[in-house]
Structure formats: structure tokens, C-alpha cells
């Protein structure tokens, strides 16, 4: 029994000294300019910020739970990730026609429940997307192209 418990103990120490050693992997959570803006109307952009910003803009609002490894890991990973995939504070990177197709893409992704992603939206509650916020990303992603272009 006793060689039991100091097995226990070392088991322990190991996986908190684990554990502590992990937290010095420095995590990139920075926050470069945003160098424009996607067009969109107010409402639009208040949908946006609060569902998808902080995966997908210069915008993002880092919890706490970002700067405790592993799960700090995960978040930056995912936050450079969806930054890669689409980023509305560089929205003028791309091109017209890229443009187009981002717009495409986003309500598609949306009206197939893939963003936010489910399990983003637990941590996030007012990230989940009401049916009046599909519809107005709809009437967006649709009309975006055709506004846009009337402006250039």
C-alpha cells in the first residue's frame, strides 16, 4: 500500500509540473490593424461583431481561458485559423470577385449551422444566430454584390 501512495504522489507532481511547464509555450494572441472594413449596414455589422469577429477579424476579444494551455492552444489556433479562412478587417485584400464569393461562402456556411462553429456557441450564447439574424445576413450576403457594385 504504501509503494502505492508514492507512486500516487510522484503521478501527481508529474502531471502539475506538466502542466506548469506547458504555460511558458508562448501562444500568439495578438490583434494586428484593421485595415478596412467589410461593407455592411449597421445592423449587419452588430451581427457580425457579435458572432464572428473574434474568429474572424483583427478583433478579437481573447478570454481568459486563452491564456491557460493546452486549451490557449486550441483558441489561437482556431482564432489564426478562421483569420486565414476570412478576415473582414482586411476585407480589401481581396478581390471583386473574391469578394463575391466570400459572401457566398459566409451564408452558406451560415444556412448549413456550420458558423459559429457548434462548439464555439456554448462559451459564446450571444453568438448563436436568431432566425432574424439569418435573415438579415441573407438579405445581405444576396444584396451585398449589387450594392457594392453600384458604389464603385
Not at 469577429?53 to 494551455?69: G, K, L, M, Q
Not at 486550441?74 to 466570400?102: C, I, P, Y
Amino acid at each position: 500500500m504504501k509503494y502505492s501512495g508514492i507512486v500516487t504522489k510522484r503521478s501527481i507532481a508529474g502531471v502539475v509540473f506538466v502542466l506548469l511547464a506547458i504555460q511558458l509555450v508562448p501562444v500568439d494572441r495578438t490583434n494586428p490593424p484593421v485595415e478596412s472594413e467589410v461593407p455592411a449596414p449597421a445592423a449587419v455589422r452588430s451581427i457580425l461583431r457579435r458572432a464572428c469577429y473574434d474568429c474572424h477579424s483583427n478583433e478579437t476579444v481573447w478570454p481568459w481561458y486563452s491564456r491557460i494551455a493546452p486549451v490557449s492552444w486550441l483558441v489561437a489556433s482556431d482564432v489564426h485559423e478562421g483569420r486565414a479562412d476570412m478576415n473582414f478587417s482586411t476585407w480589401n485584400r481581396r478581390t471583386r470577385e473574391e469578394q463575391l464569393k466570400a459572401f457566398d461562402e459566409c451564408w452558406e456556411k451560415v444556412e448549413q449551422g456550420d458558423m459559429p462553429p457548434l462548439l464555439y456557441r456554448p462559451a459564446h450564447p450571444a453568438a448563436r444566430l436568431t432566425e432574424a439574424d439569418r435573415s438579415a445576413l441573407r438579405a445581405w450576403s444576396q444584396s451585398a454584390g449589387s450594392v457594392d457594385a453600384k458604389s464603385h
